[in-house]
C-alpha cells in the first residue's frame, strides 16, 4: 500500500508482517476524526482488508493522547438531519469495517482516547492502554447534548456491561487505564515503555477476546434493562431537565428499546444522533466548547510559572485557593492571623487531596506543598502573593502597604476581591502596574472560571502573568475591566436581588428558585444567595448600588442583622437541616405563581449583560456569554446571555423591558448596549 498518499495516517510493516498503522492529523495539535481523517482510514482498511496481513496495531504518533473525538468543527456546518445522518453512518460504516477485518487488530492507547476515538479502539479485537496519569477513556458526546454515533452506544453495552457502559456515556466521565482494566474496557494495562510489546503480544499470541462476566450481561438483558432505565432516567432527571438536555433520555431510550439487534440499534443510533447534532440544545453546547477552548487559549503556560505562591486570608476562599495551588504542583504559603483559621483551612485541603489524589504519597506531597505561615515570612520568596481577606478597601490597602516593602522586585501582586475597583486598591502602592485581580469562584475546586482584572495601572505583563497562571493551575482566564462587580458579579447582582425583592412582596422562595430552575439555571438565586453567605451578598449590593441601578431590599439587610446569613449559619431565606434547605415560610395551599417570575430574573441579568457589552467590561459578547457561563453556570444549552438575547429577538425583550418599566419601575429600563448586541 502507497503510504505516502495518506495526508493524516502513516503505515509500517515490521519484520512479522504486522502493520502500525499510526494517526497524526495534519495541522492540529491533537487527534480528531475529521471527514479527511475518516476518508484515508476507511481507504487503507480496504486495502488491509484484501492485504491480510497478520495483524493491525492502531496508535497515535502525536504526544497529546490517542484520538481526542470526532472533529468538532465539522458539527457547526451540518444543515439537517438527513446530512447528518449520511455523515454519522458513514463514520458507523467505517468503524464497522475495522470490526470486520478478520485478522487481530489492538488499539495502543496513550493519553486521551475520547468520542470518536475510543469508539474506533471499541472496534479493535484488542485494547492495550498505559497507565499513565493522562491517559483517559470515555465517551463524553453528552456534554456536546448528543451521545454516540460511531457505534459506540452498541459496543460499548456489549462489552462490559449496560449498567458501567451507560453510567460512563450518562455522565460524560472518563476512567483511567487502570480502572478500564478492571471494568474490562482495555485487556492489559502497561507503563508506557511496555506498550509496543503489550501490543504486539497481542496480535502474535491471539488470546481469547475480553467478554463481561454473567452479571454484566444480565444488565443487558430484556427483563432487566426496563428496570434499570427507570432508574436511570430518575437519576438523570435529578440532574438535567428532559426539555433542556434531551440525549441522556435518547440514549436510555436506544439502550432499552433495540440492544437485542445490534443492526437496529447501529441504525437508531445514527438516527437519533442525527436529530440531536442538529437541535439547538447540541448547537448551543458545541458554541460552549468553542468559548471554553477560547478561555483556554488566552493564557500562555510558559510566560509565568512561580516557584513560590502566597496566600494572605485563610477563611473558605482563601484557603481554598490555596490548597487548589498546592494540588496544581505549586509550593504555597498561608498566612492568617487567627492560627485556628488556617488549621481548619488545611485540614479541608486534605479532604480535597483525598478526593482528587486517592494516593496516599501524592496526598501527603501536596500536603508538604502547603505550608501554614502565621508571620508571613513566604511573602519575601513569593513569586505572587494573592489577598483573599474580607471585602473592605481600607483593610486591603493597609495590608498592601506592610506587603509591598517586603515583596521580590519583580513578584506578582493579586487581589480577590469579588467587587472592588482595583483603581482605589492600588492609588497607594508603590509599584501600582503589578497589581491584578484574580477573582475565584465558590467552590474553587469546581468553579472553572477566574477573571483577570485589569486595572488603569495595571501592566500588561502582569496581566500575561496573571492569565498563565491561572491556565497553569487549570483554570480558565478570563480577563475583564476594573469597575464595580467587574462582570459575573455584576451581571449576577441584579439578578439575585430581583429574586430577594419577589421574596419581599410575598413569593414563596420555592416558587421563585424553581422559575429559575425551569429556565435553566443550575440553582436558583434564593437558594444560590444563601449558599454564597446574605452578608457577602449584602456587602457586593451595597457596593455596585453606588454605581449601579441596584436598590438593596430590606429584607436582606433584616437577615442580615439578625446573623441569619444562609447556609454557613443554618438559617437565611431557607432553613438547613443536615445541610439540606427547607423554606422557612412554606408556599400557602393553592398559591398562584405570576407568569412573569422567569423573565423579571433573566431580564434584569440580560439588561446588565447588556451594559457590560456596551462598556467594554470584556472584549466581546462571546467572552462574555463565557464568563457567565462559566462563572454562574448560565444555562449552557442556550448558549450564554447574548446569544439567549439573538436567539430570542432583540427587539422581542426590549419589548418585553419596556412593559416591566410601566410595571415595575425604572431599573427594567432597557440599556443602550442592545443596539451593539
Known sequence: MDEE???????????????????????????????????????????????????????????????????????????????????????????????????????????FALGGGLELALACRYRVASDDAKTKLGLPEVMLGIHPGFGGSVRLTRLIGGLSAMDMMLTGRSISARSAKKTGLVDHAVPYRHLKIAAKDMVMKKPSVSRPSLLKRVTNHSFVRPLLCRVMTKKVAGRARKEHYPAPYALIKLWRDHFDNKKKMLTEEA?????????????????????????????????????????????????????????????????????????????????????????????????????PDIAGSGVSRADLVIEAIFENADAKKSLYKEMEPKMKPDALLATNTSSIPLEILGEDLMEPERLVGLHFFNPVAKMQLVEVVKGAMTGDGSISKAAAFVKAIRRLPLTVKSSPGFLVNRILMPYLMEAVLMESEGIPVTVIDRAAVKFGMPMGPILLADTVGLDICLSVADILSKDMNIETPSNLKKLVDAGDLGKKTGKGFYQFVKGKPKPRRPAPKGYMAPVDISDRLIFRLLNEAAACVREQVVEDSDLLDAGIIFGTGFAPFRGGPSHYAKDTGVEALKGRLDEFQQKYGPRFTADEGWLKI
Not at 502493520?19 to 487503507?44: C, M, P, R, T, Y
Not at 457547526?76 to 438527513?82: A, E, S
Open 5 to 111: 498518499s495518506f495526508k493524516n495516517w502513516s503505515l509500517e510493516d515490521d519484520n512479522d508482517n504486522v502493520v502500525w498503522l499510526g494517526f497524526d492529523k495534519a495541522d492540529s495539535a491533537a487527534n480528531v476524526l475529521s471527514h479527511e481523517a475518516l476518508d484515508e482510514l476507511d481507504d487503507i482498511i480496504k486495502g488491509l482488508s484484501l492485504e491480510k496481513p497478520r495483524g493491525l496495531i492502531i496508535f497515535s504518533e502525536k504526544k497529546s493522547g490517542f484520538i481526542a473525538g470526532a472533529d468538532v468543527n465539522e458539527f457547526t456546518k451540518i444543515k439537517d438531519v438527513g446530512q447528518a445522518q449520511e455523515l454519522i453512518q458513514r463514520g458507523q460504516g467505517i468503524i464497522d469495517r475495522v470490526e470486520a477485518l478478520d485478522f487481530p487488530t489492538v488499539a495502543m492507547i496513550h493519553g
Open 271 to 371: 438516527r437519533s444522533v442525527s436529530s440531536l447534532i442538529t437541535g439547538s440544545t447540541a448547537q448551543n453546547l458545541v458554541r460552549v466548547f468553542f468559548l471554553q477552548e477560547r478561555l483556554k487559549s488566552l493564557g500562555s503556560e510558559a510566560a509565568f510559572a512561580p516557584a513560590h505562591v502566597h496566600v494572605v486570608g485563610a477563611g473558605v476562599m482563601g484557603g481554598d485557593i490555596a490548597s487548589w495551588i498546592s494540588l496544581s504542583g505549586f509550593s504555597v504559603s498561608l498566612q492568617d492571623t487567627e492560627p485556628g483559621r488556617i488549621a481548619t483551612a488545611m485540614k479541608r485541603a486534605h479532604t480535597l487531596f483525598k478526593k482528587k489524589l486517592k494516593k496516599p504519597r501524592l496526598v501527603q506531597a501536596a500536603m508538604d506543598r502547603l505550608t
